[in-house]
T-cell receptor, first 111, second 115 residues
Framework: GQQVMQIPQYQHVQEGEDFTTYCNSS?????IQWYKQRPGGHPVFLIQ?????EVKKQKRLTFQFGEAKKNSSLHITATQTTDVGTYFC???????????FGDGTTLTVKP | NAGVTQTPKFQVLKTGQSMTLQCAQD?????MSWYRQDPGMGLRLIHY???????DQGEVPNGYNVSRSTTEDFPLRLLSAAPSQTSVYFC??????????????FGEGSWLTVV
């Protein structure tokens, strides 16, 4: 079945360092979404990428969708303590009605 | 706008007890899902529904039942609680199955402990 994998599982950085998480799907995706979950919170939608090779930016966050639409990345420039949390990618499943989530990358930022 | 509302937020159950986690959304979304999240395991899909009267199993359905009698409500029933069901449960809704432009909205979660 469809699988979505994320690496790394955990990332510890010093405040001000950059951070990148990668998402790889076993199948071609029509779109990919990214979510952020703060500690003790629930996942919250960040962005959606649809086009092959698409790049979108949200302040210090840069999201990319691969040319083959099977991988994606989230890059945070100059991390801040407010960036801590778990970042998930999600792709639509082949069966309508559900999405497949990666296992997430948990980011901790040391002040 | 309430969005997705889950109750209870916290619950402790004894092994063998049954209970229902309630979920309601006020966005008129067709699609609703239940996920469980264990440490380091990400979000695993338990059951989902593509509309009133229609439900289907996800990755980890055993020990859980769902029903969708209305568009708004999607309760999750634990039939006979087991310690392995200790987890955080999230209800989610979206206007379609991951199509472009349709984000997934999550409830705030229900922390369940089975002793």
């Amino acid at each position: 079945g469809q699988q979505v994998m994320q690496i790394p599982q955990y990332q510890h950085v010093q405040e001000g360092e950059d951070f990148t998480t990668y998402c790889n799907s076993s199948t071609t995706l029509s779109n990919i979404q990214w979510y952020k979950q703060r500690p003790g919170g629930h996942p919250v939608f960040l962005i959606q990428l649809v086009k092959s090779g698409e790049v979108k930016k949200q302040k210090r966050l840069t999201f990319q969708f691969g040319e083959a639409k099977k991988n994606s990345s989230l890059h945070i420039t100059a991390t801040q303590t407010t960036d801590v949390g778990t970042y998930f990618c999600a792709g639509p499943h082949t069966n309508a009605g559900k999405s497949t989530f990666g296992d997430g990358t948990t980011l901790t930022v040391k002040p | 706008n309430a969005g997705v509302t889950q109750t209870p937020k916290f619950q402790v159950l004894k092994t063998g007890q049954s209970m229902t986690l309630q979920c309601a959304q006020d966005m008129n979304h067709e699609y609703m899902s239940w996920y469980r999240q264990d440490p380091g395991m990400g979000l695993r899909l338990i059951h989902y529904s593509v509309g009133a009267g229609i439900t289907d199993q996800g990755e980890v359905p055993n020990g859980y039942n769902v029903s969708r009698s209305t568009t708004e409500d999607f309760p999750l029933r634990l039939l006979s609680a087991a310690p392995s069901q200790t987890s955080v449960y999230f209800c989610a809704s979206t206007n379609s199955g991951g199509s472009p432009g349709n984000t997934i909205y999550f409830g705030e979660g229900s922390w369940l402990t089975v002793v």
